[in-house]
């Protein structure tokens, strides 16, 4: 089975979840700076994460699935994770509300993987960080493994 996971990452915490979810598909996790679009549309399945940043993925994530062409991914089986924030770290009281409603990373990934012709694998996933910068929350590389065992079976 063909099956690549691309990530992008600024702090190293969505580098992380990315290459557990990699090695526990059996395969490798590349930085979204290095992908070659146009091998996409041959994958069995493609795994996209991101860090959740103003409720959304990173540009470099958002431009790379924005720009496949139109049914690129017919035939490709597609799942979406992020990392965001514990909401609990977050100090005001109204930033922990804007964070908490305005949505995350995974849900505009699964869109845009759908937009493009993907067939989705399993409901997309968020892995917590307990800081801006990180670390990530105790067993979330652990969730991460049962969530690739997820995209497996699925
Ligand atoms: C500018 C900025 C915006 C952020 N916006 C959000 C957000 O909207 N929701 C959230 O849960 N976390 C947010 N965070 C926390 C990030 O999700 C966290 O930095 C990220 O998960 C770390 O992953 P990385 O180490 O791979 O960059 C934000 C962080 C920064 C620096």
């Known amino acids: 089975m063909k099956t690549l996971v691309i990530y992008d990452s600024v702090f190293g915490n969505t580098e992380k979840v990315a290459q557990t979810i990699a090695a526990a598909l059996g395969t490798h996790a590349v930085p979204v700076s290095q992908v070659d679009a146009r091998q996409l549309g ?3 399945l493609l795994v996209v994460g991101s860090p959740t ?3 959304r993925p990173t540009e470099g994530i958002s431009k790379l699935l924005n720009g496949l062409p139109k049914n690129h991914l017919t035939g490709v089986r597609v799942a979406a994770f992020d990392t965001r924030i514990v909401l609990e770290t977050i100090d005001s009281k109204a930033l922990r509300f804007l964070v ?3 949505g995350y990373a995974a849900n505009t990934i699964v869109k845009a993987l759908e937009k493009k012709g993907g067939q989705l694998a399993a ?3 968020g892995f917590f960080v307990t800081g801006e910068q990180g670390p ?3 067993g979330e590389l652990e969730r991460a493994v ?3 065992g997820r995209l497996m079976a699925g």
């Open 100 to 102: 908490d409603k305005g």
């Open 42 to 44: 041959s994958l069995d």
């Open 146 to 148: 049962e969530w690739a």
């Open 53 to 55: 940043r103003g409720f």
């Open 123 to 125: 409901s997309s996933e």
């Open 136 to 138: 990530l929350k105790g």
